[in-house]
């Protein structure tokens, strides 16, 4: 039965006593109070009074529970107890002929026995609507009963309940990122304030909506195309514009192998890398996969990376340490289908081997030979090289270039002899000089005496032989305004600046010269002295 409706039998009372009413002037009927509202269960004091003074039948006429309680010669007074709907009690008497009655208007409220927020979506898109749904079930009366939705504490939007069971309100949301961990929920609101009590709310719980941006675009995906077994790359996987980028999971997997990543968070985008190592049993074409997760919702990127196998090539020497101007032949070798190219090889049609031959001279001591080896994978050319060096033994060596005859030095000034031998294996150098011995320091900086001033020997031997090569080292200094030049043969001072050691030498030569003709004719003259006269 419709809350607020009368019961059948009671209606048919009603009929029957509306026929027995008298017209105006008869005795009245009055209830008080004629209004009530009390909350579902609760009792009632209704208060039946007739305004006629004989003796006079007087009720009320109800379905709820009712118990007298009190009366008079003309009122009676009843309790109405276990009241659980709305209802309309009616007072009646009945006076000599006349009978009247009076009805009251009594209504129950109570409040809602479930006020809920329908679940939220586990994720919900930025910039789409969302639905707000709240439940009521129960609560009355309905015309008093407003549900209110709520974001937080702002208020969404208002509507009366209705009489539906359970009554249904909705209202829809425009979702932005700031809705994210947002709690909503919504209210009840039962306004008796005009029948003298309160406002009564109840709440639902509430429930946060976790709201998220996935862009449309798949993630950059950059990775090595090939990768050489027993080798490892770095790979990475990069997506912008997420939201909340700390929810969203990576994924990144060689095959069906899931590989270790280390993700870095920015603010709305987020970067994953991961070392692949190539291993054999992998070898070929794999597929190097990124997904990334985020509101139930997936974007992915797939890369094909070709594992291979290539190991260097063979270069080999037939001697890696041989005599001066011996023969040595050189040889490079790869695996089927690579190229090989071998620097300083004649020109060949191109293969995996590779091969000349050389007669080996000191200039080849320590010459490298390298080999490069080609091959296609994937549409790429990868290579493998290989170096190899070539010891070539040969004798000292001691040049012009590295070794020069002649220094010329100013007494005080700081110098260095440098004097460099070569040779395999490097010969031992000394230079000492020939007067006297005395060693001549190679490589040292020094200030220059006037003593060092000679020729010297320099010798570089080694366990394959011996060379030498002279040295001359001439010392200028200045005294009384005269420069002296101390040739390398001879330590008597000129008479004249400028006067060259050349020009010294042949001087003394000259004088030694004259003074043996002078002895020599003084000898013969002496002989013709004591030669006694040959008589004629």
Request: charged share 20%; glycine share 8%.
């Amino acid at each position: 039965m419709v809350p607020g409706a009368a019961h059948p039998a009671l209606l048919a009372f009603l009929a029957l006593l509306g026929a027995l009413l008298p017209g105006p002037g008869g005795a009245q009927t009055s209830v008080q109070p004629p209004n009530a509202i009390i909350p579902r269960g609760g009792s009632i004091m209704v208060n039946c009074s007739t305004s006629c003074d004989q003796h006079t039948f007087l009720g009320l006429e109800t379905q709820l529970a009712k118990r007298e309680v009190d009366h008079g010669n003309n009122w009676k007074i009843f309790e109405l107890s276990d009241v659980q709907n709305d209802s309309v009690p009616i007072c009646y008497s009945s006076c000599s002929d006349n009978q009247s009655l009076a009805s009251m208007d009594l209504t129950v409220y109570w409040f809602p026995e479930r006020v809920e927020l329908a679940p939220l979506p586990r994720w919900q898109p930025v910039g789409e609507h969302l639905i707000l749904r709240c439940m009521v079930s129960g609560g009355a009366p309905r015309d008093h009963l407003t549900v209110v939705l709520l974001r937080e504490e702002k208020e969404l939007g208002r509507q009366p309940a209705g009489n539906g069971e359970p009554a249904e309100v909705t209202v829809t949301v425009l979702v932005s990122k700031d809705d994210h961990d947002t709690s909503f929920s919504c209210r009840t609101e039962l306004d008796l304030r005009s029948q003298g009590l309160g406002l009564f709310q109840n709440s639902s719980a509430p429930r946060k909506l976790r709201t998220f941006v996935l862009p449309t675009t798949d993630p950059h995906l950059a990775t090595h195309s090939v990768l050489e077994v027993g080798t490892r790359c770095l790979v990475s996987c990069t997506l912008g514009g997420l939201f909340p980028v700390s929810e969203a999971e990576v994924h990144l997997a060689l095959g069906n192998t899931r590989l270790q990543t280390t993700i870095t968070y920015n603010d709305d985008s987020l970067s994953a890398k991961a070392s692949v190592e190539g291993k054999v049993e992998e070898e070929g074409v794999q597929y190097l996969t990124c997904v990334v997760n985020l509101g139930g919702q997936s974007r992915r990127s797939r890369e094909n990376v070709t594992i291979y196998s290539f190991p260097a090539p063979n270069l080999t020497l037939s001697q890696p340490e041989v005599s001066e101007w011996t023969t040595v032949n050189v040889e490079c070798e790869a695996q089927a289908g690579a190229v090989v190219t071998l620097n300083g090889a004649p020109a060949r049609p191109p293969g995996p081997r590779a091969q000349l031959q050389l007669n080996a001279s000191a200039e080849d001591n320590g010459r490298s030979f390298f080999c490069s080896a080609a091959l296609a994978v994937a549409e790429q050319v990868v290579h493998k090289n290989q170096t190899r060096k070539l010891h070539v033994l040969y004798g000292p060596r001691l040049n012009e270039r590295d070794c020069l005859g002649n220094w010329t030095w100013q007494e005080g000034s700081q110098q260095t002899l440098r004097c460099q031998a070569w040779g395999n294996p490097i010969p031992k150098l000394n230079c000492s000089r020939k007067e006297d011995g005395a060693l001549l320091p190679i490589g040292d900086l020094r200030p220059v005496k006037r003593e060092v001033a000679g020729t010297y020997q320099c010798r570089a031997t080694s366990t394959r032989g011996e060379v030498t090569r002279e040295v001359c080292i001439n010392v200028i200094y200045h005294q009384d305004n005269m420069a002296i030049i101390i040739p390398v043969a001879s330590v008597i001072i000129l008479g004249a600046v400028g006067i060259a050691a050349y020009i010294y030498n042949c001087q003394r030569k000259i004088q030694k010269y004259e003074l043996q003709k002078a002895r020599k004719a003084q000898e013969e003259a002496a002989m013709k002295l004591n030669t006694p006269a040959t008589p004629s």
